[in-house]
Structures are given as C-alpha cells and as structure tokens.
C-alpha cells in the first residue's frame, strides 16, 4: 500500500508540473524544453531555506514559487527574442545552465552530494512525511492548482494567450503587447513549477542535480503531448500514464540495468505513435 501511495504522490507532483508546462506550451505555443530547471530552483530555494535558516516549509514552497518566476522573467526577456527551433533551444541551454550550477557551486549546494534531511511539511506539530497526509497534501495542491489554471485559461488573458499561440501577429496587430504576455506566461508557469519542486523536495526528504537532467524536462514535456496540449485533462491524464507505465516494469523481473533502457525506449516509441497516429496527443486541441 505504501508504495502504491508513493506512486500517486510522485504522479500529483508531475501532474502540477504538466499543468505549468502546458500553460506555456498547448495553450501559448511556446517552444519550452527546459522546464525542470523551474522546479530545480523550487526545490533548492525551499531546501536551502529549511535547512540553513529553519524556515517553515509552507513558507519556503512560496518562496521557491516566487524564485523559480522571478528567474523565469530573467531568462524570458532575452530568450523571447527568439522563435519556434531557437528558443526551444535556448531554453534548453538554460535548463543546462541550471543543473550545472546545482552540480558545482559545491559549497551551497553540496553538488552531487545533494542535500539530505530536507525537514517535511508540518501541521499543528505533526509531520506530513508520506503516506496518507501527504497525499491529501498533493490532492489538495492540485485542485488549487487546476482551478487557478482553468481560471486563467477560460478568463479574456487565456484568449490572447491563444490568440498567440494560433495567428501572434495578428494579436500583436490589435494592441496586444504579446511580449508581456509571453513573460506572463513564463513567470506563471515557472511558478508553480517551483511550487512542485518544493513538494517533491519535502516529500522526498534529499534532493540532487540528477533529479533535474534534461531527460526530466523533456519526460514532462511528453507527458503534456501525450495526454494533449492546449487541455488541462490531457495534462492529468498524460502525467498519470507516464508516471504508472514504468512502475509496470518493476512487475516483469526485469534487472535494473534493462529496465531503465527499456523505459526510455518506451517514452520513444510512444511519442513516435503519437506523433504519426494523433499529433495532437489523447486529448488535445493544438498540434506541437
């Protein structure tokens, strides 16, 4: 039991992330590869709090919200100079940046070393530190989360949002400041971005760069085509499948050293299906 409710922890974690990357991507039609470097920073910022300066977790996930957007806006400026190929290149080089700063600026974040004994969320004096409480925890954070998104996404923001994603010159042509907009979106979705690298922080109790590679980025990326961009269902449903699919492979007997290949090679395929079957993904309004 305690590992089924582990799995559905770590799949609410990805579902806030697939909701925050499609936000930019299937609603705005950005081109966003590096979206885990939002949720490294989440994370680090929440870490480091707690642990150098004994502030409350519930504090800390805040404020790594509020530093994974402000250092979203920072990258977005120059990088929205950018279109389509270059910029989901630049923001891949940024995210390579970040896990690069993770790994060696050593003497804050202890490198490859990591950061052990992250302190967990706590509630009047109990600890929230996995199992049933946690998962209430994440259930909670994703209702917010959803019902913020949908508040957006279905508000007038949302349709120039759309409107940027479908025809840009032509919103930009009815006084729309479309760069605003795009900086918006970034901060936003790098928002609760961070918010989920906190609770993955807090919930797993030690962090490390090999959490935030560019494989995660681009394995969050695929959960929003595979369940469909541009809908806030298609981001639960393509987080949920890709998070328990692997699990399955646990149950084969397979050796570590095959499965984890095999994973991939199954990420593979099924984009390459989606791609040539449904462009769209599960259920999606927007092709990539």
Excluded at 175 to 202: D, E, M, P, Q, W
Excluded at 206 to 219: H, Q, V, Y
Excluded at 267 to 273: A, C, E, M, R
Aim: charged share 10%; aromatic share 12%.
């Amino acid at each position: 039991m305690e590992y089924l409710l582990h799995i559905l922890i770590i799949a609410g974690i990805y579902v806030i992330l697939a909701h925050s990357l499609n936000l930019i991507v299937g609603y705005t039609g950005l081109a966003a590869l590096g979206h885990a470097a939002f949720s490294c920073v989440g994370a680090y910022v929440s870490s480091l709090l707690a642990l150098n300066f004994g502030i409350s977790p519930w504090i800390g996930i805040f404020a790594a919200a509020v530093a994974a957007a402000i250092v979203s806006m920072i990258i977005a400026l120059p990088a929205l100079r950018l279109r389509g190929d270059y910029l989901a290149l630049a923001t891949l080089g940024f995210a390579v940046i970040i896990y690069s700063i993770a790994k060696n600026w050593v003497d804050v974040t202890r490198g490859p070393l990591g950061l052990p004994g992250i302190p967990s969320f706590n509630v009047f004096g109990h600890a929230i530190t996995g199992g049933w409480t946690f998962l209430v925890t994440i259930t909670i954070a994703i209702v917010l989360t959803t019902l913020i998104m949908n508040r957006i996404v279905s508000s007038p923001y949302g349709l120039i949002l759309r409107g940027i994603r479908e025809e840009e010159m032509a919103t930009a042509t009815m006084g729309k400041h479309v760069n605003r907009y795009k900086i918006t979106v970034f901060a936003v979705g790098a928002f609760f971005a961070g918010a989920a690298g906190s609770l993955y922080a807090h919930y797993i109790s030690f962090i490390d760069p090999s959490s935030f590679t560019i494989m995660e980025s681009i394995t969050i990326l695929l959960m929003v085509v595979f369940g469909g961009m541009g809908t806030l269902r298609g981001s639960f449903i393509g987080a949920v499948i890709l998070v328990f699919l692997p699990e399955l492979l646990r149950f084969v007997g397979l050796p570590s050293s095959v499965a984890a290949p095999l994973r991939q090679m199954i990420y593979g395929l099924l984009l390459v299906l989606l791609m040539v079957k449904r462009p769209q993904g599960i259920l999606g309004k927007y092709r990539f």
